[in-house]
């Protein structure tokens, strides 16, 4: 039998019907077409799937899709602004931290949580909390070095 | 034909009921809390159809709540929402430590130390932190409520004693004195994300003259299950915590672990490992606890 969920997505109501065991991550891309969050492992362990789930960074394969009935979900897609990119999405542009990408939303997602709960990371403390996104490509140097420079600017710092 | 089905209840009461009337049925019903384990197992093994009881509407295994009488610590907790209790992390430095453990950021958001507990792995990591703290387990079922404590509640890899219908509601940590606190140590051969190899846990409480009054000393990952080790714990009592008497506590945990040789680690590593963190951890509660006093 399928479940009814209502649920806030980056800002706006949406009510979607899914299976009761299905993950709130196949729900979000083949539901309701938001296929920015990415699946790498399917088992909680790379981070690709990144979401936040009433401002908690969690692994949208490890939820049930039920479970988000009347909470607030931010997805990569509800990170930038409809004028312009997050700082976070800008900096790894312009640090080139990225090759293939399909990490790259849910990093984005975490490092946007890192610095909602603390402006100031140090190096350490970002490494620590992005170390459930894993990247195949960069060697992670230019991931921290562009989410510092973000965190960095936003906190109109010199960078 | 049957199938899934999802249910929140949002009451003790309303779930007592609803898996006393399913299992009645003959239906299967799996408890889901933070989901990081039971989804993972629930998606890659047995996928017979099942009643998810996800229990965290209901108010009791969320709350986190410290007092005079101890910490009882809601069963769905999450390790992201423990470790913001400052005020908990100063009395149970060393169950806080064990949760925050677990995991990345992403699994801290949704892992509760309930969960971790009733998945009963062998190296879970807080249920040596719950065992050197005297921790019970609150369970709620059809014949009512019972208390059980930790060291007896997991049975075996992955099995513990839950009858059907029943389910962990909270933890219960008996208080915690002043001059007295816990530590959790693990060995994983990288800094973090990792399976323990071997832990221990170590809870001790001093007099005002620094003698050691109460053990506890719990070992984890070194037997089917975490094990109690009163005879670690004896060896701390009535001493003040010299290099005597952790390495005599060390041999005691040594002695007492029955591992496993596999790809993390042999049986004569591990027995000497969790020797070693046994003595750490008693120097770290040692030394927390005389912090304390000043």
């Known amino acids: 039998m399928k479940q009814h969920v209502s649920s806030t997505v980056n800002g706006e109501q949406m009510e979607f019907l899914c299976e009761p065991d299905e993950t709130l991550l196949e729900a979000l891309r083949d539901r309701l077409n938001l296929t920015g969050t990415k699946e790498g492992c399917g088992t909680g362990d790379c981070g690709a799937c990144s979401v936040l789930l009433d401002g908690t960074l969690v692994c949208s394969c490890l939820v049930f899709a039920p479970e988000i009935e009347g909470r607030e979900l931010t997805t990569v897609e509800g990170i930038a602004s409809p004028e312009a990119l997050h700082p976070v999405q800008r900096k790894l542009l312009e640090h080139a931290a990225l090759q293939c990408g399909i990490c790259t939303p849910g990093v984005v997602v975490a490092a946007k949580a890192l610095l909602d709960a603390n402006p100031n990371p140090s190096e350490e403390e970002t490494r620590y909390w992005l170390a459930g996104n894993l990247c195949r490509c960069t060697g992670y140097d230019k991931i921290i070095r562009a989410v510092l420079d973000a965190a960095a600017e936003m906190r109109g710092a010199a960078p | 034909m049957e199938s899934f089905a999802y249910e929140a209840p949002d009451s003790l009461d309303a779930a007592v009921a609803l898996l006393a009337e399913r299992n009645q049925a003959s239906i299967r019903t799996q408890i889901l809390a933070g989901g990081t384990d039971m989804i993972v197992q629930l998606r890659s093994g047995d996928r017979s159809p099942r009643v998810i009881v996800d229990i965290k509407r209901i108010p009791e295994t969320r709350s986190i709540i410290l007092d005079d009488e101890g910490l009882l610590l809601g069963a769905a907790v999450s390790g992201a929402e423990l470790s913001a209790r400052d005020d908990v992390s100063a009395r149970y430095p060393g169950l806080v430590e064990a949760a925050d453990l677990i995991g990345s950021t992403q699994i801290q958001g949704r892992a509760s130390v309930g969960g971790n507990l009733c998945n009963a792995s062998p190296a879970g990591d807080t249920i040596p932190a719950l065992i050197a703290n005297g ?116 041999d005691a945990s040594s002695a007492a672990a029955r591992p496993i040789s596999d790809k993390r680690g042999t049986e004569s590593y591990r027995r000497k490992v969790v020797g070693v963190l046994t003595r750490r951890a008693a120097v770290i509660a040692r030394d927390r606890a005389l912090g304390g006093q000043a």
């Open chain 2, 135 to 250: 921790a019970t387990c609150l369970i709620a079922g059809p014949e009512g409520s019972r208390e059980v404590p930790v060291e007896s509640f997991v049975v075996g890899v992955q099995r513990n004693q839950l009858e059907p219908g029943e389910f962990l509601v909270a933890l219960r940590l008996p208080p915690a004195p002043p001059r007295s606190a816990d530590a959790y140590l693990r060995f994983i051969p990288r800094t973090e994300m990792d399976i323990a190899v071997a832990s221990a846990g170590v809870r001790v409480v001093l007099d005002a003259d620094g003698v050691c009054s109460e053990a506890r000393v719990a070992i984890g990952a070194v037997a089917p299950t975490a094990l109690l080790v009163p005879e670690a714990a004896h060896a701390l009592i009535g001493t003040r915590l010299d290099e005597a008497a952790c390495q005599a506590a060390a």
